[in-house]
């Protein structure tokens, strides 16, 4: 079964440093790794989705990696901003699955930037 | 596109009522999923749909919950009767019909069993 653990579990940086989130997986036999941000109240959106066969994405101020062998996987967030904080989660589809929907969730970082 | 759109976003009811949450995906996309989140298991995976057909279920608790999709634009999760361990938040997402792509969440219906 697969399992996603992410440290740290909270985070709380001042605005301008760049930071970076953890999340690791027991089953190395992925095909993809997402990265997605929730707000309070709100619904996750999908920030960075990694294929297996690429080992970085990037979208603006955000980079993620993956490393497979390892089952790890990190997201970088360069020059933090207020507006940047909410809880981060990792996800990977579940081991053995044949659809990537099938995703099982890290239990999240939650990110605070403060002024 | 208005992106998935669910309802109600909050639902407070009493143990033993019938709770129905609604669904509407994006348009165009083939799978749907329902997930529900509470703070001590996070996010779970109950039921998820591809083309309208229910392909895995075995996330669903009980046969207390049961859910439908009878046309590519709406999808009901419907818990009878409602216990107070049904409180959390459920989530539909959608997706396009190739694999490997993102995932795209509604907001959520808050639901609270009295």
């Known amino acids: 079964k697969q399992e996603v653990t992410q440290i740290p579990a909270a985070l709380s940086v001042p605005e301008g440093e760049n930071l970076v989130l953890n999340c690791s997986f027991t089953?190395?036999?992925?095909?993809?790794l997402q990265w997605f941000r929730q707000d309070p109240g709100k619904g996750l959106t999908s920030l960075l989705l990694i294929q297996s066969s690429q080992r970085e994405q990037t979208s603006g101020r955000l980079n993620a990696s993956l490393d497979k062998s390892s089952g790890r996987s990190t997201l970088y967030i360069a020059a933090s901003q207020p507006g940047d904080s909410a809880t981060y989660l990792c996800?990977?589809?579940?081991?053995?699955?044949?659809?990537?929907?099938?995703?099982?969730f890290g239990q999240g970082t939650i990110l605070t930037v403060h002024p | 596109d208005a992106g998935v759109i669910q309802s109600p976003r909050h639902e407070v009811t009493e143990m033993g009522q019938e709770v129905t949450l609604r669904c509407k995906p994006i348009s165009g996309h083939d799978y749907l999923f329902w997930y529900r989140q509470t703070m001590m298991r996070g996010l779970e995976l109950l039921i998820y749909f591809n083309n309208n057909v229910p392909i895995d279920d075995s996330g669903m608790p009980e046969d207390r919950f049961s859910a439908k999709m009878p046309n590519a634009s709406f999808s009901t999760l419907k818990i009878q009767p409602s216990e107070p361990r049904d409180s959390a938040v459920y989530f539909c997402?959608?997706?396009?019909?190739?694999?490997?792509?993102?995932?795209?969440f509604g907001s959520g219906t808050q639901l609270s069993v009295l």
């Open positions: 089953d190395s036999a992925i095909y993809n």
């Open positions: 997402a959608s997706s396009f019909t190739a694999s490997n792509e993102k995932l795209f």
């Open positions: 996800a990977v589809p579940n081991a053995g699955g044949t659809s990537y929907g099938k995703l099982t």
